[in-house]
DNA sequence: ATAGACCGTGGACTATAGTCAACGGTCAAG
DNA sequence: CTTGACCGTTGACTATAGTCCACGGTCTAT
């Protein structure tokens, strides 16, 4: 897929994705034609660009991001100190769930004052 | 209060509690002797500091920590309208929960696989 | 073959958030 | 009255994230 493709499915511009890639979000782009250079993107990227808008609400920085992203390719293959690492991060997004839910409630006191 | 002791309190450095008075996230800071000029942070600030902190770690800007702020302010005086903004910024702060429990699952799913 | 849409690159530019250093003033302990 | 810990202001500086533009190359339909 060529980034236009790419851009319009995402819905995130072309100098965005461009961006991401420089900052190594974007992984496993190749030149496949000799007679130009114009890029491929691999579709597992689209799902990558998804899980970073989803990030990126949360204010999760492009290198945490980036962090995130390098857990989910590792993990398939089972190893227990990386599936630990995800872990954790889990347990990092459940403390935030709950933070959350306190700002919520502290919205609900002040509007039942 | 003045503002090394309300940095410490909310363990908050002096140069961000003035950037954050600058953009108006610190309110009704007086000068209250004629002979210095240093300035009085009232108690409520701690608690706005600490709201702060709490919102920024998803993501808000200070544009929006303010007016989540004036809203907190707006609120207590039963003003309908003003509720009706609280409650949709409730919904938003809701759907945000769920967005988060989301990453949630997928992370959870990656971890099963 | 040419117009319009696409592509890659580089650099400039913006906004946001925060830090830092320098300056001079104030205060309290000794 | 001096020293060290504060205080306020200003402006420079950094990092992050994203946009924009100009350049020249490529592709496709006409």
């Known amino acids: 897929m060529r980034i236009g ?3 319009k499915k995402a819905s995130i ?3 965005t994705i461009r961006l991401y ?3 190594q979000l974007i992984v496993n782009v190749t030149r496949p ?3 130009n250079n114009y890029k491929d ?4 990227n ?6 970073i808008k989803c990030l990126k609400k949360f204010g999760f920085t ?5 962090e995130v992203l390098l857990e989910m390719e590792q993990n398939p293959n ?3 100190h990386k599936r630990k690492v995800a872990k954790s991060k889990l347990a990092e997004i459940d403390k935030q769930i709950k933070d959350l839910i306190k700002v919520k409630n502290t919205l609900i006191k002040i509007l039942e004052e």
Chains 1, 2 share one sequence.
């Open 21 to 23: 890639e420089k900052h």
């Open 41 to 44: 993107y691999p579709e597992e």
């Open 33 to 35: 034609n000799e007679w």
């Open 13 to 15: 511009s072309r100098d």
């Open 62 to 66: 492009l290198k945490e991001c980036r």
């Open 78 to 80: 089972k190893d227990d």
């Open 46 to 51: 689209l799902k990558r660009l998804l899980v």
């Open 5 to 7: 493709e790419l851009s």
